[in-house]
């Protein structure tokens, strides 16, 4: 979990992207449009699992995160680190 996630000099992803193959090791490729609720959210549940740091700050924005959080299909020890972050910068803190 990197620390200047909500650094807000660190560049964002945006638009229609394709994550790197160490996220999203499956085939074919798929392209994910960030406009779309329903593509972040899959964004992200990627990122948050297989991620690397520098992964999590570029495809990762903290104001969405805490939006989106509670939508997210995540293993138990990604969601409870998680909600830990999100509940130290005046999120809720889910019961996990």
């Not at 329903?38 to 991620?51: A, F, H, M």
Request: avoid cysteine.
């Amino acid at each position: 979990m990197p620390d200047a996630l909500d650094n807000p000099p660190t560049p964002k992803a945006s638009g229609v992207v394709e994550l790197p193959f160490h996220v999203r090791w499956s085939e074919p490729s798929v392209s994910y449009d960030l406009g779309r609720r329903e593509d972040r959210i899959r964004v992200y549940e990627q990122v948050l699992r297989e991620g690397t740091e520098d992964d999590v700050r570029y495809y990762i924005d903290p104001d969405e995160l805490k939006v989106l959080f509670e939508d997210l299909v995540l293993p138990p020890h990604v969601r409870r680190a998680w909600s830990d972050w999100i509940a130290r910068r005046g999120g809720t803190k889910t019961a996990w």
